[in-house]
């Protein structure tokens, strides 16, 4: 990976606690996937940060060799990959994303 695209994207990673990158927007999530991982989010109150990839390729496909994971949306909780959206709803339903967001589960 190109050195100046993994600083863009640690940057990003930095620029927030919880950072998700998603097609789309949380105001208009554009798959159906992005939109689930936002509404987890929303109905945990979560304060987070997140890159469109759909507005820039290189990000889109950069984001797949930094994780080591092929699909997006991709959430990342201080800095640490933790999963798509299966995973991230997953450990909704069993509290274990509200304790790595540090809220009452």
Known sequence: MDQ???EK???LIGSKKIFLFMKGTPEAPMCGFSAGVT???RS???DYGS???LSDQTVREGIKEFANWP????LY???EFIGGHDIVVELAKTGELQKKLGLPV
């Open 39 to 41: 509404n987890v989010l």
């Open 9 to 11: 994207i640690e940057g």
């Open 44 to 46: 945990l109150g979560a």
């Open 71 to 74: 699909t997006i949306p991709q």
């Open 77 to 79: 909780i201080e800095g």
């Open 4 to 6: 100046t695209l993994k």
């Open 51 to 53: 890159f469109n990839v």
